[in-house]
């Protein structure tokens, strides 16, 4: 079946360091990818998407690619800010909206001021 | 807007227990999705309804766990003779066109 493999658990970070969580899918078909982020006692929200290989979606700072090549959507920000710890979910769908994500397990990222 | 609403927030049974979880979409939204949380496991996608009918339930446990969505404005997760390891966060959530909006969760805990 269809699924999502983030790399890191953890990650920890300083202030204004470069940041990068790893995301690989494995699809039978062309999927959407997403990026949400999960604050304490939060649901997960939206925080971009892509549609289309090559296609950078983008929100806050944070930034990924659609690489239909290498499965991949990584998620990168170039400055971390101590407000940025959350957990971040990378998640595929298929057919547009109205459908299920399925989701990887997760990164929690934590940055010291 | 309020957003997605879940109602409680904390829940917790005794073992063997009914517990029935309440959610109310976003207004207008189409789809409405349930899913759990939990250390082990993450997120776990349980079941969606779209325009109030069942579309995919392939998550669900196929004993003790079910779902409805009587109206637009609520869906409810009951499960049944709840088991200690049903103990999770459980996420409701709706969505329109594209983007996916969580509500809080319920936190069940079952003793």
């Known amino acids: 079946g269809d699924s999502v493999t983030q790399t890191e658990g953890q990650v920890a970070l300083s202030e204004e360091d470069f940041l990068t969580i790893h995301c690989n899918y494995s699809?039978?078909?062309?999927?959407?990818l997403f990026w949400y982020v999960q604050y304490p006692g939060e649901g997960p929200q939206f925080l971009f998407r892509?549609?289309?290989?090559?296609e950078k979606g983008s929100s806050r700072g944070f930034e990924a690619t659609y690489n239909k090549e290498a499965t991949s959507f990584h998620l990168q920000k170039a400055s971390v800010q101590e407000s940025d710890s959350a957990v971040y979910y990378c998640?595929?769908?298929?057919?547009?909206?109205?459908?299920?994500?399925?989701f990887g397990t997760g990164t929690l990222l934590s940055v010291k001021p | 807007n309020a957003g997605v609403i879940q109602t409680p927030r904390h829940k917790v049974t005794g073992k063997g227990q009914e517990a029935t979880l309440w959610c109310e979409p976003i207004?207008?939204?189409?789809?409405v999705f349930w899913y759990r949380q939990t250390i082990v496991q993450g997120l776990e996608f349980l079941t969606y309804?779209?325009?109030?009918?069942?579309?995919?339930d392939s998550g669900m446990p196929k004993e003790r766990f079910s779902a409805q969505m009587p109206n637009q404005s609520h869906s409810t997760l009951k499960i049944q003779s709840t088991q200690p390891q049903d103990s999770a966060v459980y996420l409701c959530?709706?969505?329109?066109?594209?983007?996916?909006?969580f509500g809080k969760g319920t936190r069940l805990t079952v003793v």
């Open positions: 207004s207008g939204h189409s789809a």
């Open positions: 959530a709706s969505s329109l066109l594209g983007e996916v909006f």
């Open positions: 998640a595929l769908t298929y057919g547009g909206s109205g459908n299920k994500l399925i």
């Open positions: 309804f779209r325009n109030q009918a069942p579309i995919d």
């Open positions: 699809a039978s078909g062309y999927p959407a």
């Open positions: 892509a549609s289309r290989d090559k």
